[in-house]
């Protein structure tokens, strides 16, 4: 049975600065006061899920566990065919342990090897967890093409490589409202904010 969200504080589950600032300016219209995970002392869930929605529900269950309140996670990722899906769910650790999307960047540009086939999406799995257990999850996603050499240093992640689909400016060159209008996060969260929000 779906639930509607109620409350007016949301502990959002992550340790990512720009996802956490990406998170709280779609929900600022609502009036809801988010709190980052880190920002509560909570650890970072290891994510061993196989998918981007096991992933989200690992952290926003943790998260809401944790803080005893509602917790929001989303778990998001570059999907790029021509490299069978990767980086995927991995997409954080391609940067390795610094989490260094330069590098990350650099490394999914080496594995095209100049491939012609330069198509990608961006995906977004949210979870939204009650501290008893009931769980509303929501996906979204973005398609569009790879760039090289990355352009723009707004956003964050693989933003300075992604052209979405319609678009002649990478995410990193975008104005942050406009990427808050096409993103897969923001596809995921009219989703979560027509079903949890609104009425």
Not at 86 to 102: C, K, L, M, N, Q
Not at 149 to 159: A, S, V
């Amino acid at each position: 049975m779906s639930r509607r969200f109620a409350g007016n504080r949301l502990v959002i589950a992550s340790h990512n600065p720009g996802k956490v600032r990406e998170i709280a300016d779609l929900l600022r219209p609502f009036g809801v006061d988010v709190s980052p995970a880190g920002g509560l002392g909570l650890p970072e869930s290891e994510e061993t899920g196989d998918t981007f929605l096991a992933n989200a529900l690992i952290k926003a269950e943790a998260a809401a566990s944790g803080a005893g309140l509602p917790a929001l996670a989303d778990d998001s990722g570059l999907v790029v065919p021509a490299l069978g899906g990767e980086p995927g769910i991995h997409s954080a650790r391609w940067g390795g342990p610094e989490r260094d999307f330069g590098l990350a960047m650099r490394r999914v540009e080496e594995a095209l090897d100049g491939a012609d086939d330069r198509r990608a999406h961006f995906v977004c799995a949210l979870a939204l967890c009650w501290p008893d257990g009931h769980v509303e999850t929501f996906e979204g996603t973005v398609h569009g093409r790879l760039v090289w050499p990355p352009r723009g240093d707004r956003g964050f992640g693989y933003d300075p490589m992604f052209v979405a689909e319609g678009q002649t400016i990478t995410f990193g060159e975008m104005d942050p409202a406009e990427k808050h209008r096409i993103s897969h996060r923001a596809d995921a969260f009219g989703k979560l904010v027509a079903a949890r929000f609104t009425g």
